[in-house]
């Protein structure tokens, strides 16, 4: 990341996350396509499907923009000043421009109209706080590893994580503010109403400070620098 300029550095946050929202939405359609009827199936090829995809992704592009490709750690870089406040606000726009392109690719290459609002209401306590606990994990996973001194293996722990938790959690760990205003574009598997929208970040926003809080508490010294 030392020699990319914060253009380049947008453009990588930009496509990985689109790639990212694609393998989520994608994945979501082709399973539901492949196996009717079967959702825990369904979620299965969902949850396999976006954790190998995720860790390739970060793996793409994580040594030009670091990776993030969702606000919830950028949040987190930018609190532990390891990302200056205009460099993440312009991985934020990025992020969120690249999940709603993300989501429109996804509907078109699956013959489905480009924007399509999601009807699925996910409006309970319940899945509040399993956003919370989803994006704790994954704040942990991520901002611990660079604290230990174990960046080379982000990628691959965040994608085992992320693919893990949509199977243990009931909100299936969204877990990422882009990727959640983005899946209410597709009213498909992976969707979300739009009503539902902003609990959902709340509780994501939420969860990535109690990570941070953890990370702190577990790893009170860098053992690495992500800049």
Known sequence: ME???LGRRAAAELVGTAFLTLCIIGSGIAATRLSPGDQGFQLLLNALATGLGLAAIVLAVGTVSGGHLNPAITL???????????????????QLAGAAFGAVVANV???????????????TGGLWASEVVATLGLVLVVFGLLRAGRAPAVPYAVGA?????ILFTSSTSFANPAATIARSLSNTFAGIAPASVPMFVLAELAGALLGL??????????GAETR
């Open 161 to 165: 994580y992320i693919a893990a938790a």
């Open 3 to 5: 020699g990319a300029s």
């Open 213 to 222: 809080g953890v990370v702190v508490v577990l790893y009170p010294r860098r």
């Open 109 to 123: 290459t699956f013959g489905l109209p480009a924007v399509e609002l999601a009807e699925r209401s996910r409006s």
């Open 76 to 94: 987190v870089g930018y609190l532990t000043k390891e990302l200056a406040g205009r460099a993440a606000l312009v991985y934020v726009g990025a």
